[in-house]
């Protein structure tokens, strides 16, 4: 399967040029349930715990196609102000082993 660590659609021209996002609210016909700049924008600058979730929520998905697939797919190298997006930056920050197959959650799944 294809995914990515993100919780949001909140990276920019994600939904297309000049469309907002679901989670803010600025999607036309959506209902806003945060605020993107809390998921979005430079990894340097998350939590430690929204790195933390980022590490988990990559393990679990890991794991889930690893287990009952045939293999995954990262959806993107590299995003434009959406580091949680990212591949690239998700390694640089931590969330995201350099060996794919290292875990610091082995039972995240069960």
Do not use: M
Request: charged share 20%.
């Amino acid at each position: 399967g294809e995914w990515t660590t993100a919780p949001t659609d909140c990276a920019k021209y994600l939904n297309g040029r000049g469309v907002g996002a679901r989670y803010d609210g600025t999607f036309p016909g959506s209902t806003k349930h945060g605020d993107c700049s809390t998921f979005t924008g430079d990894g340097n600058k998350f939590s430690s715990e929204y790195k933390t979730f980022l590490r988990k929520f990559y393990e679990a998905q890991v794991s889930a196609f690893e287990r009952g697939g045939q293999g995954w797919f990262y959806w993107t190298w590299k995003a434009e102000e959406a580091h949680d997006w990212s591949y690239q930056a998700g390694l640089a920050g931590g969330w995201i082993p350099t060996n794919p197959s290292d875990r610091q959650f082995p039972n995240i799944c069960g």
